[in-house]
C-alpha cells in the first residue's frame, strides 16, 4: 500500500522526541522511500512475478517484497537516503533562506545513516503488524511475518496520533529549540 500521512505519525512521535539526536532530513525521507516498491511495479514497470531466493523458494511480486526487510533496509534503502539527505544539504544557503529562523545542526554520515536506518525500522515496525507479505528473510529465504496483528496495527495508529501532541511538547523541554525550526 502507498505512502499514508499515517505513517508519518510514529515516526512524527520518535522525531518530536529526540530530533536534536536525529538527521530530520533523513529520518522522514527513509520513512517515505521504504514505499518506493509500488512506483516500481505501477511507474516504472519492474517486472512482476515470482522472485527467486537466494537460498531456495520463491517470493511473490507484491507492494513488501524488496524494500520491506532489515537487508534492503542496512544495504539499500538507508545508504540512498543518507546519500539523498547529504546531497540536499548542499543547499544549505538556499534552505536558510527559506527558513530564516532556522538552527542548522551538522550531522556526521554516520548520524544520517542511523537517522535513516531507524526511520526505516519505525516504518518496517508498523507495516509489519499490517502486511503478511512483508518477508524478514529477503533475500534468502522466506520468514513468515511473526507480527502480522489487527489489534497491534490499529493500537500504534491510535497511541501515535494520541501521542504526537505530548511527544512535541515533551521533546521541546528535552532537547531544546523546536522540531520544526531545526535543520536538516
Ligand atoms: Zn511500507
Known amino acids: 500500500m502507498p505512502l499514508t500521512p499515517f505513517h508519518l505519525f510514529p515516526t512524527g512521535v520518535v522525531y518530536f522526541l529526540f530530533y536534536r539526536r536525529l538527521h530530520g532530513i533523513a529520518f522522514i525521507l527513509a520513512s517515505v522511500l521504504m514505499d518506493i516498491e509500488p512506483i516500481l511495479y505501477l511507474v516504472l514497470g519492474f517486472p512482476q512475478g515470482s522472485f527467486p531466493l537466494l537460498l531456495g523458494g520463491y517470493v511473490p511480486m507484491s507492494f ?69 507479505d512483508v518477508n524478514f528473510g529477503f533475500p534468502f529465504t522466506r520468514i513468515s511475518n511473526p507480527l502480522r496483528n489487527s489489534q497491534f496495527e490499529i493500537w500504534i495508529g491510535i497511541l501515535s496520533l494520541i501521542l504526537i501532541v505530548p511527544a512535541y511538547f515533551v521533546g521541546k523541554r528535552i532537547n531544546g529549540g523546536n522540531p520544526l525550526r531545526k535543520l536538516p
Open 64 to 132: 513488501h517484497a524488496f524494500t520491506h526487510n532489515p537487508f534492503a533496509i542496512f544495504l539499500g534503502v538507508a545508504p540512498l537516503t543518507a546519500i539523498l539527505a547529504k546531497s540536499l544539504e548542499l543547499a544549505k544557503p538556499l534552505w536558510l533562506q527559506i527558513f530564516l529562523d532556522a538552527e542548522w545542526i551538522d550531522y556526521s554520515w554516520k548520524l544520517t545513516y542511523l537517522s535513516a536506518v531507524l526511520g526505516c525500522f519505525i516504518h518496517l515496525g508498523w507495516d509489519s503488524t499490517m502486511y503478511s
